[in-house]
């Protein structure tokens, strides 16, 4: 079983993709988390990271390649802003995330212990930067509803459910598979 959660940054992918991983007893793997890695082998801020990465597409390639070869195995959960996107044609269940900018931000603040405003500024400047990488590399746009919903079998609205609520509405679909 091959399960992609996608979604902005605070969207609750991470904390619902380990906790699906656990109950199913399967592999998680996130994107994201690679990306923060990277930064900071590298010893870059993620704003100085993604700045970096905008002139070096090969990262992106690189770390969205990985997520493919990972799915090929089977059995896992992948948490990527575009999982959706880059294994649509494998995925059993394509997962998407949503939830308005402020509340993202203010658990991003909390989750990381830093400013609000701090965090606002970055994630801004990641999105835009993701946004039009995601164009420019694979003609993918997450603002295109009409593509969003054709492609993902589970549209969650995180804003004012709680882990359990969203926990329980995915092991529904995962069910019905």
Known sequence: MIITISGLHGT????????????????????GQAFRD??????????????FVEENPEIDKK????IV???????????SQISGYILKS?????????????TRVKRMAERDNTNYEKKLEETILR??????????????????AEEVTLLYDLVIN???LSIEEILEKILTAIEQL
């Open 90 to 102: 494998i995925a059993d269940l394509k997962i998407l995330l949503t939830c308005p900018l402020e």
């Open 127 to 144: 999105e835009k930067s993701e946004l039009e990488r995601f164009k420019r590399l694979y003609q993918i746009d997450l603002n295109d």
């Open 69 to 79: 070869e990972i799915a090929q195995k089977g059995k896992i959960i992948i948490d």
């Open 158 to 160: 995180t804003e004012t």
């Open 63 to 66: 770390l969205d390649n990985k």
């Open 38 to 51: 990277l930064a900071k082998e590298m010893n870059m801020s993620l704003e100085e990271f993604t700045k």
């Open 12 to 31: 609750g992918k991470s904390a619902i993709g380990k906790l699906i991983a656990g109950k199913l007893k399967i592999q998680y793997y996130s994107t």
